[in-house]
């Protein structure tokens, strides 16, 4: 069984910052692309940031210049630092990667979700 634990989110001022981490644990084989998405109240989830298991970044053009994405495959872990946050910024943020592991004896890829971290920015 793959599990992926969040950490970081937490109450923040408009302009402040705050480091999310994600690690993967369980029986994994490889870890393909990381990501980062978020669901605002009302709002469908969508995508902030994303990291290929090469270094290979992208984000949504709301968080560039402001959010980095990184990824440390020796601790199976994906970080999101997030600078200049914005009341906007505030909803769930769900970790994402896609893993090869080994289920009923078969090797098998999928995508796992972490439990999500609410990140709310407010003075």
């Known amino acids: 069984q793959v599990q992926l634990v969040e950490s970081g989110g937490g109450l923040v001022q408009p302009g402040g910052s705050l480091r999310l981490s994600c690690q993967a644990s369980g029986i994994i084989l490889s870890i393909n692309a990381m990501g980062w998405y978020r669901q605002a109240p009302g709002k469908e989830r969508e995508l902030v940031a994303r990291?290929?298991?090469?270094?290979?970044?992208n984000a949504v053009d709301s968080v560039k210049g402001r959010f980095t994405i990184s990824r440390d495959n020796a601790k199976n872990t994906v970080y999101l630092q997030m600078n200049s946050l914005t009341p906007e910024d505030t909803a769930v943020y769900y970790c994402?990667?896609?893993?090869?592991?080994?289920?009923?004896?078969?090797?098998?890829?999928?995508?796992?979700w972490g439990q999500g971290t609410q990140v709310t920015v407010s003075s």
């Open positions: 994402n990667a896609n893993i090869k592991t080994v289920r009923s004896g078969y090797i098998t890829s999928g995508d796992n």
């Open positions: 990291i290929t298991s090469g270094g290979i970044t």
